[in-house]
């Protein structure tokens, strides 16, 4: 025990994660590790060497003018192909495994053309794209609905037999039984740009990373209007470790993913500039999350309670710590639940430049609702987490006091908003402050989050939140095609 308590620390003090992170392009390092991504979402210039063509009723040789059917496709697909899905319905589920898989040089692609609807399958694994064991596969620009799953990427439980690579990307995901979006011991994943929502009572997480995964993008999703959390990390350490006869404080639970350890816990993710909204449960369940970037997304309007980093362990080092969470609007409106929690040894996050809004809402009215619990944290948390340059707005706190640079609000005005929803749901647009936030050039400019959720670079001193919509110099409102 002494000695793996040892081994953890070493590895713990050499592998701890810079959190200076953007998405790489092909070749560039991510957490300071370089980068193993699906070439089709890093590099631009990337054309598969050959194009088997699919439509709803293909019989053909899979040409352009002479599509074949979708199961033709998936029996002689191979690294380097792409499989271009024609206009139409399609119903049925497919499946790619180890035999079948891309590699870094030369992926395989699943790529809709506009216009594409695949209904998915109720038999077997009831999954539209099942990718077990299948690596670098990209899925691009689908309606996927129904079934169990939307897409499905799982590999083994040992971090050397996790899958790689794979991207999935532009699609509208909805109303299946467990979840639209699911990956498992699934490294070097990228989720981006998709809507995800109606996942049902049988798991009922729109995007759920799950297994000790490592070295992830979850960027520039919407996800709402589902039955449990909508957006969910949980290495599972009782799963990986415990049900494989492995102790939650060996190294090959806890220790770093950069060392080939740690199937208990999932590092080095970038979480930004995504819309997590207006659930029928909770909020988004970060669980033994370590090193990692949540920065730029909004969350909030829950039937239950906010964002949670916490673990499932008694082992302080499976603990969701060192993460950077930064420039998220949150909001709750749920009385005596948390918008944000950091409870079980959930230590070492550095929170800053965040919004958070307790609110009511009555008819068409929205005010401040001081029964919001705002931040909660318990013994193992409270004194071990830095918060600085937050805004506060009604609510109330647990086992927490706003820093001498965080500020405190007990008003709230839709004002400062452009168009908060008082019923209902808005676009995230909606979330844009006007010139009249109390919470503009008021932060400290972080290296970490240079831009804001449009893309736009912040400036000295930055707004709060999100979004930067002033010009620090001249105290002026930015105007922005697509916001004004």
Known sequence: MIYNTLILLILLSTTSASWAVSVPNRGERFFDTPERFNRYYTDPGYSPAHILHVSPTGNGDGTAGNPMSVTSAFNQVTAGEEIRFHPGDYAGCWALDSDSSGTYDAPIVLKADPGVTVNCCSSGRATCFNLEYADYVAVDGFTLVGGDYGVRAVGGYYTNEHQKGVAILNNHVRDQYRDPIFSGGSDWIVVDNNVAHGAGDGDGHGIYLSNGSDWMIARNNEVYDNSNSDFQINADPLSTCEDEGIAFDDP??????????????????????????????????????????????????????????????????????????????????????????????????????????????????VSANNNVLLVQQDDSTEGHNNFSGNYFSGGYFEQFEPSATDQHNTNFSTSWYENFPVSGMVADTGFRPTSSAPFLETGNLLSDVPVDRAGSLRLDPPDLGPWQVTDAGSGQTIMKDGFE
């Open 252 to 365: 090959l639970c806890d220790g770093s993913a950069r060392n080939g350890l740690g199937q208990g816990v999932s590092e080095f993710i970038l979480v930004e500039n995504n819309y997590f909204h207006d659930g029928q449960a909770q909020g988004p369940n970060l669980t033994s999350v370590r090193n990692s970037v949540f920065r730029n997304n909004i969350v909030g309007l829950y039937q239950l309670h906010g964002t949670s980093f916490w673990q499932e362990t008694d082992n302080p080092n499976l603990g969701s710590s060192n993460n950077l969470i930064a420039h998220n609007l949150f909001i709750g409106e749920s009385t005596w639940d948390h918008v944000l929690q950091f409870v079980y040894d959930s230590t070492g996050n550095t929170v800053q430049n965040n919004v958070f809004l307790g609110i009511s809402r009555s008819g068409t009215s």
